[in-house]
């Protein structure tokens, strides 16, 4: 198969229409056959669930190319779980498990040469999403609903790649005590928007969330979670009822303590303890591991020891074992790696 005529190695985290993408109905209570279709355009009614309420989730994977020229996705089950919790939350209709799986390996195929190639730096993203597609006017769950998956060819999430990145300690909440923070709605996307503007007008590249409840927990970024490393080279990660449970972060746990043998503590992270680490990163599907050189609380600046020059040598061992295993250069834990072609 040729591969499209794309400057892989230079582009952004943007979207580019690809051929095909997978659509399936739901309708009188059940899902549709689903089929691929190459138009990327959708009607619907003015007054859909989505767009009235927002009544809308999704999820995001990657493709990959292997060094042994395999196309595979990283963990596809997990998304399909994770978006089966989403659905339940927003009293949508799940999607079948394995049907996600299914879809997403239909939408790769059939977009093979967009995948990049190996070594290009570049990735396919996935972008499976459901939302609520006929009339609702008074407050309640739609009756109708598309489940769809595109795919576009991506790089890095931060301009820089590698790049430490500047951080900005919000005003604002991402997520409620007891709300939707745990699961991908698009609500929470929308609740971040006006505090991503903010932080980047500010010069910052993003945003760190504290808890909603008290402001002295560390949560999360509006698209990844973080990951501390102490002096003494132990991993720390948030653990709260209101950040998104990152497939990233799990895997990585998994990496930490099983491939580089370090010790992994999932706690609460208070915002007092930052200036006593010694790394950070933020992980996730888009952002992989991102190293963080610098958060900023009200003019008062944590400024890590790893500097603002490169990834700290922990955060470098723990991507370069996460992106062996995802590229196949690293024997992947068993189900990790879903081979489509
Ligand atoms: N946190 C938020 C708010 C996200 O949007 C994402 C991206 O999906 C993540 C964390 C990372 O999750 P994952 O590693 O499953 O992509
Ligand atoms: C992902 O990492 O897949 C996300 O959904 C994050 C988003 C901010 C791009």
Same mark, same amino acid.
């Given at each position: 198969m040729e591969k499209k005529n794309i400057d892989w190695s230079n582009i952004g985290f943007g979207y580019m229409k690809t051929d095909k993408r997978y659509v399936s109905l739901y309708k009188d209570g059940k899902w549709d056959g689903g089929t691929l279709t190459e138009d990327d355009k959708i009607t619907i009614s003015e007054c859909a669930g989505v767009l009235q309420y927002a009544q809308t989730i999704f999820e995001g994977l990657k493709a990959y190319t292997t060094e042994d020229g395999r196309?595979?996705?990283?963990?596809?089950?997990?998304? !399909? =779980?994770?978006? #089966?919790?989403?659905?339940?939350? *927003?009293?949508?209709?799940?999607?079948?498990?394995?049907?996600?799986?299914?879809?997403?390996?239909?939408?790769?195929? /059939?977009?093979?040469? &967009?995948?990049?190639?190996?070594? $290009?730096? !570049?990735? *396919? &993203?996935?972008?499976?999403?459901?939302?609520?597609s006929n009339p609702v006017i008074g407050v309640k769950p739609a009756d109708e609903y598309q489940f769809r998956v595109f795919c576009t060819p991506v790089g890095p999430y931060f301009k820089g790649g590698a790049k430490p990145i500047t951080i900005k300690v919000s005003d604002f909440d991402r997520a409620a005590p007891h709300g939707t923070g745990h699961?991908?709605?698009?609500?929470?996307?929308?609740? $971040?928007?006006?505090?991503?503007?903010?932080?980047?007008?500010?010069?910052?590249?993003?945003?760190? &969330?504290?808890?909603? /409840?008290t402001r002295t927990k560390v949560e999360e970024t509006g698209g990844a979670n973080f990951l501390f490393i102490t002096k003494d080279n132990k991993v720390v990660t948030p653990? =709260?009822?209101?950040?998104?449970? $990152?497939?990233?972060?799990? =895997?990585?746990?998994?990496? #930490?303590?099983? &491939? +580089?043998?370090?010790?992994?503590?999932?706690?609460?992270? *208070?915002?007092?303890?930052?200036?006593?680490? #010694?790394?950070?990163?933020?992980?996730?599907? #888009? !952002?992989?591991? =991102?190293?963080?050189?610098?958060?900023?609380?009200?003019?008062?600046?944590?400024?890590?020891?790893?500097?603002?020059?490169?990834?700290?040598?922990?955060?470098? @061992? *723990?991507?370069?074992? +996460?992106?062996?295993?995802?590229?196949? @250069?690293?024997? !992947?834990? %068993?189900?990790?790696? %879903?081979?489509i072609m």
């Open positions: 196309i595979v996705t990283f963990r596809p089950d997990m998304n !399909a =779980s994770r978006m #089966a919790d989403s659905a339940r939350r *927003l009293e949508m209709p799940v999607f079948p498990e394995d049907r996600f799986v299914e879809a997403v390996a239909m939408t790769v195929k /059939a977009n093979a040469a &967009y995948v990049p190639p190996y070594g $290009s730096g !570049a990735t *396919l &993203y996935l972008r499976p999403y459901m939302f609520g699961i991908k709605a698009g609500l929470n996307y929308a609740m $971040s928007l006006h505090a991503i503007v903010t932080a980047h007008e500010e010069g910052y590249d993003e945003n760190m &969330y504290l808890d909603p /409840a653990k =709260s009822d209101s950040i998104l449970p $990152s497939i990233t972060r799990r =895997s990585l746990v998994h990496v #930490a303590k099983e &491939y +580089l043998g370090l010790e992994v503590e999932e706690r609460e992270v *208070l915002f007092d303890e930052v200036k006593d680490f #010694a790394e950070c990163g933020l992980c996730g599907t #888009a !952002a992989v591991i =991102s190293p963080v050189g610098k958060i900023v609380d009200h003019g008062k600046e944590i400024c890590f020891p790893s500097g603002m020059e490169d990834m700290g040598p922990v955060t470098k @061992k *723990l991507y370069e074992t +996460l992106t062996g295993i995802q590229m196949g @250069k690293i024997e !992947a834990p %068993k189900g990790w790696l %879903k081979e």
